[in-house]
């Protein structure tokens, strides 16, 4: 019996070795997991199941949302601008210089979105998001203080350069929070993008000329009367400088492993079951990026992407163009404040839209169903455009036309969230972010075409008021309705392919 018993202590002087080896590995992997940013991120996600991600979901508003407001904020004031840098010999002819500053800024982030996505996927997310908001902050006050039409395309083609956080907040909002609202953060990213795009031209409208408009508060001869588009401009950068403060408390989502560990993919941690062959995706470099454009479901949803976007920037141009233009030319002859004030308006409903109406929709519509319902509603809303100007004045006109613009932008946000929600369903975390940049450089491109080309039709249909096929304004709402049709037709097989990734 004392045999057996005696064993005992030899077998386990036997294993002693192995213990410290053992213990030492674990020690070792736990430190490499304490000093990385996207494992103590999902440490601490684990630990705040049941919770829901206020302050994560807030910081993605807030940087979304202040990165988006100068893209579009130039378009009430841009006619207004282009006139007084007197590039333009003809009244005919601003629409067409007009377009050229709008796309400066989509034609410099087309440049380097793919860069962006790269730094974002190699170095982490919040770097990216940190020096687009600083170039904010330098590069939009510059635009403000442009005394000449080149300094005004330079300053917006460099903010478009150094305008890297799209790609990369996308793939922050799918990774900082849980997966059950994983979602939630890109509908949080494409609503916050839809305010900016509404409020940044409103910010516009309102504050653009503050020396005319409120001449108790702003003199002639302070820098707010000799460069009167500086006040919006500044107001931008100020709240974009309160965002990239808040990046403090940002927490970086890339994994960043030493050692043994070399994959930057949270799948490999969460997910032990994955393929080979994603495995060796996530381990390929230019290999990988190579294969991003043979994911047909990616590449069909970022092109869908960018058709619809396309169709978006050139109505946003239009809009503000066509409402300060004069009456004889087909217009509304609206001022800036009243075009502040329609995107105001516009931008208040949309809001409550995403919150109250936007959910339900997105739950009990498919998504690509969700784009062809608005694709279709969008068609006779553009058609309608050109019509008003001819029929209603005063209140009237005011009131159809908020009515308008609010549909129009809410058709556009759901649009987008769908796209977004597709685009980073089609690609596992570690290339998430090229997958994002890939879609901003296409999408950025079109975007680029976009302004240029509409300016360049609205300047021509300006001169056209008596034709008599699609006379004035009737031809650009005619070619914005004819792009949404083409993305309608592109919504269907065998074009569009739809496959979800096992994140």
Avoid at 16 to 37: D, I, K, Q
Avoid at 374 to 392: C, D, E, N, R
Avoid at 401 to 419: Q, R
């Amino acid at each position: 019996m004392d045999r057996p018993m005696a064993a005992a202590p030899d077998a386990a002087v036997g294993m002693v070795p192995a213990v410290p080896a053992t213990s030492n590995a674990v020690v070792g992997e736990a430190r490499r997991r304490l000093r990385c940013p996207g494992c103590r991120l999902d440490q601490r996600k684990a630990e705040r199941e049941g919770m829901f991600p206020y302050r994560e979901l807030f910081l993605i508003w807030l940087v979304t949302l202040c990165s988006t407001l100068p893209i579009q904020m130039l378009f009430p004031f841009l006619y207004f601008m282009i006139r007084d840098l007197h590039i333009a010999r003809d009244e005919k002819d601003i629409g067409f210089y007009a377009g050229f500053v709008g796309a400066s800024f989509m034609a410099g982030r087309a440049l380097t979105a793919v860069i962006w996505g790269m730094v974002a996927d190699k170095h982490g997310r919040k770097q990216v998001i940190v020096i687009t908001l600083a170039a904010i902050v330098i590069f939009n006050t510059l635009f403000g203080l442009s005394s000449t039409y080149w300094m005004a395309i330079f300053t917006r083609a460099m903010l478009g350069l150094l305008s890297g956080m799209l790609g990369p907040i996308k793939a922050y909002a799918t990774e900082a929070c849980r997966k059950e609202y994983s979602h939630l953060g890109l509908a949080i990213v494409s609503s916050s993008r839809g305010i900016g795009l509404v409020v940044g031209p409103a910010i516009g409208g309102y504050l653009a000329q503050p020396a005319d408009k409120y001449p108790g508060l702003f003199s002639k001869k302070s820098i707010f009367g000799r460069f009167p588009y500086f006040l919006p401009s500044l107001s931008v950068s100020i709240l974009a400088f309160i965002a990239l403060f808040s990046c403090f408390w940002l927490q970086e989502t890339l994994h960043k492993h030493t050692g043994d560990v070399t994959n930057n993919s949270i799948e490999t941690v969460e997910d032990p079951l994955a393929s080979t062959d994603a495995q060796e995706k996530r381990q390929g470099g230019s290999g990988v990026f190579l294969q991003l454009f043979k994911n047909w479901p990616l590449m069909s949803a970022i092109i869908l992407y960018s058709i619809f976007s396309l169709q978006d920037v050139a109505y946003a141009e239009v809009f503000s163009l066509w409402a300060i233009s004069d009456r004889r030319y087909g217009g509304l002859s609206f001022s800036t404040t009243d075009v502040g004030n329609v995107l105001a308006i516009s931008g208040l409903f949309l809001m409550l839209y995403q919150l109250f109406i936007y959910p339900s929709v997105a739950k009990f519509v498919a998504p690509i169903t969700l784009v062809r319902i608005t694709a279709i509603l969008t068609v006779p809303l553009l058609s309608s455009y050109a019509i008003m100007p001819a029929v209603l004045s005063g209140f009237p006109l005011h009131l159809v036309v908020n009515c308008a613009s609010f549909l129009k932008n809410a058709f556009t946000v759901s649009s987008i969230t769908v796209f977004n929600v597709l685009i980073n369903d089609a690609v596992t975390q570690d290339v998430r972010g090229q997958a994002n940049g890939i879609a901003v450089t296409i999408m950025s491109i079109s975007k680029a075409i976009a302004p240029a080309v509409a300016g360049i039709i609205f300047s021509w249909a300006q001169k056209r008021q008596k034709a008599s096929f699609l006379p004035g304004d009737h031809l650009v709402f005619f070619m914005l309705s004819v792009v949404t049709v083409i993305g309608i037709v592109f919504t269907f097989r065998p074009f569009f392919v739809r496959s979800i990734i096992n994140h």
